[in-house]
């Protein structure tokens, strides 16, 4: 069964930073891409980052101040976010596109991805 589990989520002030977790199972992370996405309240979902094995992309919604990693012998993938803001509130979700698209073009568009994992709440306050 694939699993995607995200975690590290939660309350924190402005100009505060957090690391998302995201760990997989059931599935090579190494053939996948891991994308990073966020929905914010009453707003379309979107897409932050993308990390394959050869590749990593962010989006304009990264800012300079996320910043995506993985660890494919820990099935993890992770998602460091500095100087945060109020705007930055939302659910975060990762998933998984693949197996061997990676972060290819139309990475940022969530029909792209095969898995996802439930979210973690992040929640920024002024």
């Known amino acids: 069964e694939v699993q995607l589990v995200e975690s590290g989520g939660g309350l924190v002030q402005t100009g505060g930073s957090l690391r998302l977790s995201c760990v997989t199972s059931?599935?090579?992370?190494?053939?996948?891409?891991i994308g990073w996405f966020r929905r914010a309240p009453g707003k379309e979902r979107e897409g932050i980052a993308c990390?394959?094995?050869?590749?990593?992309k962010y989006g304009d919604a990264a800012e300079g101040r996320f910043f995506i990693s993985r660890v494919t012998m820990q099935n993890a993938a992770y998602l460091q976010i500095y100087n945060m803001k109020p705007e930055d509130t939302a659910v975060y979700y990762c998933?998984?596109?693949?197996?061997?698209?990676?972060?290819?073009?139309?990475?940022?568009?969530?029909?792209?991805?095969?898995?996802w994992g439930q979210g973690t709440q992040v929640t920024v306050s002024s």
């Open positions: 998933a998984a596109r693949g197996p061997t698209m990676g972060c290819g073009p139309q990475w940022v568009s969530d029909n792209e991805y095969d898995y």
């Open positions: 059931g599935f090579i992370l190494a053939d996948y891409g």
């Open positions: 990390i394959s094995t050869t590749d990593g």
